[in-house]
């Protein structure tokens, strides 16, 4: 499922910052939240894409990484089905960063719609189209496309542009990791062959 090219990549930049940023586990690993070069260079590295090469500040770096904390509640609130949290922390999100949208037109010549906030820095402009990007999925009916994976010691999130709508897990790790566990559990009263 797609939802158009540019919320598609702000989506994209969104589970890649939470991913990056935020604190927790991996695949059954710690995931310690980056610090200073280190941060820098992971919220960087979530939202390069060709042709942008971006050279944020410190100072917007930090800005940033307080938006994509709330994103990550917002991603936690719809991975249990709480769409009315899920909308209210986005709503604040609107109004901290205060998107509004605008036409601009890209490198191809088309016009897209983009988010921006009431001036253009790296962290106001991101925070902001992080913010309508997630306003999109959870008004446009499709919040239940964002969750937080699904296996034992990972808290990783995910976007899911399947067909069926059932990714659980952040990467084919993780769903290797459980369908291993569970062909053990299941083989280990089981009588030889």
């Given at each position: ?7 598609d ?10 991913n ?6 991996d695949?059954?690993?710690a ?14 590295g ?17 800005a ?7 994103a ?17 922390l ?36 991101w ?33 899911d ?27 280990r ?5």
């Open positions: 499922m797609r939802f158009n090219s540019h919320v990549a702000v989506l994209d930049a969104t589970v890649a910052l939470v990056a940023v935020t604190p927790g586990e695949g059954g690993r995931h310690p939240a980056p610090e200073g070069a280190d941060l820098r260079a992971a919220v960087v979530a939202v390069r894409h060709d042709g942008y090469d971006p050279s944020p500040s410190d100072p917007e770096v930090v940033l990484v307080a938006e994509v904390h709330e990550r509640r917002v991603v936690e609130a719809l991975g249990v089905g709480d769409e009315d949290a899920a909308a209210a986005v709503n604040a999100m609107l109004r901290r960063t205060g998107a509004h949208p605008e036409l601009d037109r890209g490198d191809d010549g088309r016009w897209a719609i983009h988010f921006h906030g009431p001036d253009t820095t790296f962290a106001r402009g925070a902001a189209g992080i913010a309508a990007g997630l306003a999109m999925a959870v008004g446009g009916d499709l919040g239940s496309r964002l969750g937080v994976c699904d296996a034992p010691a990972c808290d990783r999130v995910w976007v542009r399947s067909r069926n709508t059932h990714r659980r897990f952040c990467s084919t790790r993780c769903q290797n990791r459980v369908k291993a566990a569970a062909h053990r559990l299941r083989t009263g089981a009588p030889p062959r």
